[in-house]
């Protein structure tokens, strides 16, 4: 059997492919309101804390492509350093959920809520201190973070199941993360 097509070593880009494709349809769907804490939990749960890091680059940078092609973000200073400033509150909650997420020898469920927990107020906290200089406090109203926080939760809870679901499924390159130490084998 040629193992060049099946060998999960040769396929270790296809999770992060999935996440930034579906980080381009939540692009669409919800604007400037991507759940990049998800996005940076899942990330930080299925791969290295490098690849994590350049998969939620690769998931911000789809975002802004995705919002000045298609949803015609305006070319201003203000919107290019919002858009810097999301980034930024985007890699560091990836940073620190992988951080927490080397607490796995402790009950997977209650270390993938405090990441989520962690990632989602490192993120928020970022943007409203770049709020404090951008403008904007008024999206930080305590409704309006909770309909992110629920926002994050929601795509946090799919985006965890379908990985799972294809890493139990037997989906060879899901398995040989976690053969790399990341997960428990299947």
Known sequence: MDTSITSPDNRPWLFPALLVAASAVSSLAFACVTPFAAFAVVSAYAVSPRTALL????????NQLVGFAF???????D???????????ALLATALASAVMRLRHVNIAIVVGVAAVAAFG?????????????????????????????LNLEWG??????????RYAGVR??????????????
Do not use: C, H, K, N
């Not at 928020?124 to 709020?131: D, G, H, K, N, Y």
């Open 55 to 62: 998969t939620v680059g690769a998931v911000w940078l789809t």
């Open 71 to 77: 949803l015609d973000y305006p070319w201003t200073v």
């Open 79 to 89: 919107t290019a350093l919002w858009g810097l400033a999301i980034g930024a509150a």
């Open 122 to 150: 490192a993120y928020e906290a970022t943007l409203f201190l770049a709020s404090l200089v951008l403008g904007g406090q008024e999206a930080f109203a305590p409704a309006i973070v909770g309909r992110v926080a629920l």
């Open 157 to 166: 809870a799919a985006l965890l199941g379908g990985y799972e679901m294809l």
């Open 173 to 186: 390159a899901f398995t040989q993360m976690a053969g790399a130490g990341r997960l428990r084998p299947a």
